[in-house]
């Protein structure tokens, strides 16, 4: 059995505790908040055993506590510093919140403290662990409908349905020093953003040469915005690969949705076919049951296909993800993605900010 501590009990702990509920090989032991009252409300909503210590300090918890899984529930500007003590402490597996860190600087560290001390460095991306998208995924990477030329992923963010998140839980996010991303922060590319450009880089799985970005300013958040990117060229390949995204604000649209009123729509075109991945955190709603929004679309052959036998609930990307966490502390999985992985994608991500608040094109090769 595996001892896991969650240092982190706001609005996210509800999704990622799933995973743990009546599993046979992880236990949680563990919790820390900065509000102990907040810990236990989340150990009597979901039944946790009531004689899990709770700390103010995830420090404390670290020194006292034997575990072998720490997940790192917290503000973006808190992931480097808690990272490296735990890594300090020798912790086994060692699981971040998005996004990695602030700075390639600070993931560069905390890489090296990880590799130093023997702990493994997993960025938690629920995402790819969504049922529809694993699948959708799985048919790519079978060459499906052939080699992927242009991805395109659609953001639509309203203000109505969904979690009520309290004020207070977002209050951080107004700090452009604990939010990260650009020098007024970057609530939208670098917070909601990154499952996006994660979602981009782990679909193509190809080096990305440029990106150019632009992004609005509208209400305190960076929006509305859209960025464009080219893979590099390899020899073989049947055409130039590009991507784009567009993070699109709707002040009067409800999305039904049992989590965070945001939907995602994913449109991927190939030599042979095209693939609509229809909804992300709202999936199971009342759109996915219409045949517009079936979970996965495809053409190819002069047919359309649809593909929707799967767990319909956002949920199951959690609950997914978990499980491959403990695979990985178990040593039968790699994480999915790495630190060095997850590099990658920070990278690919603070290359779209610095391009809007430039105006103009930004080489990977010079973000170092």
């Not at 509208?218 to 960025?227: K, N, Q, T």
């Not at 076919?273 to 709202?282: A, D, P, R, V, W």
């Amino acid at each position: 059995m595996l001892n896991v501590g969650i240092i982190g009990t706001g609005v996210i702990f509800d999704l990622h505790i799933l995973g743990y509920l009546n599993n046979t090989d992880a236990k949680v032991v563990a919790l820390c908040n900065r509000t102990k009252e907040k810990a236990r409300e989340k150990i009597q909503k979901f039944k946790l055993d009531e004689n899990i210590p709770i700390y103010s300090d995830y420090k404390e918890m670290l020194d006292k506590e034997d575990l072998d899984i720490i997940e790192i529930l917290l503000p973006h500007y808190l992931h480097a510093e808690v990272t490296f003590y735990a890594a300090k402490k020798g912790i086994k597996v060692i699981s971040v919140q998005k996004p990695m860190a602030l700075t390639l600087g600070e993931a560069d560290d905390m890489i090296k403290a990880c590799l130093k001390s023997g702990s493994l460095l997993s960025v938690y991306e629920n995402f790819f662990f969504a049922p529809h998208i694993m699948k959708a995924k799985a048919l790519l990477d079978e060459d499906y409908i052939g080699e992927i030329s242009s991805i395109r992923i659609k953001v639509a963010i309203g203000t109505k349905g969904g979690w009520e998140v309290p004020k207070s839980a977002n209050a951080w996010r107004r700090d452009p020093k604990q939010i990260g991303g650009s020098k007024n922060g970057s609530p939208i590319l670098f917070d909601n953003g990154w499952h996006a450009f994660a979602l981009g880089y782990w679909i193509f799985n190809e080096e990305i040469e440029k990106v150019f970005a632009w992004t609005d300013f509208f209400s305190g958040i960076d929006a509305p915005a859209y960025v464009m990117w080219k893979c590099k060229e390899k020899d073989g390949q049947l055409v130039p690969k590009y991507g784009n995204m567009e993070f699109v604000l709707m002040p009067e649209m409800k999305i039904p949705s049992n989590y965070y009123n945001t939907d995602e729509f994913i449109e991927v075109i190939a030599s042979r076919g095209l693939m609509k991945i229809n909804q992300g955190t709202s999936i199971g709603n009342v759109m996915t049951s219409s045949k517009i929004f079936a979970p996965i679309v495809l053409i190819r052959d002069g047919k359309v296909e649809s593909i929707s036998d799967f767990e319909l609930d956002w949920k199951y990307s959690f609950i997914n993800a978990t499980q491959h966490l403990i695979e990985v502390a178990k040593g039968n999985k790699e994480p999915i993605l790495s630190g060095e992985q997850a590099r990658n994608v920070l990278r690919f991500n603070l290359a779209a900010i610095k391009s809007a608040e430039l105006g103009r094109d930004i080489y990977l090769d010079d973000m170092i």
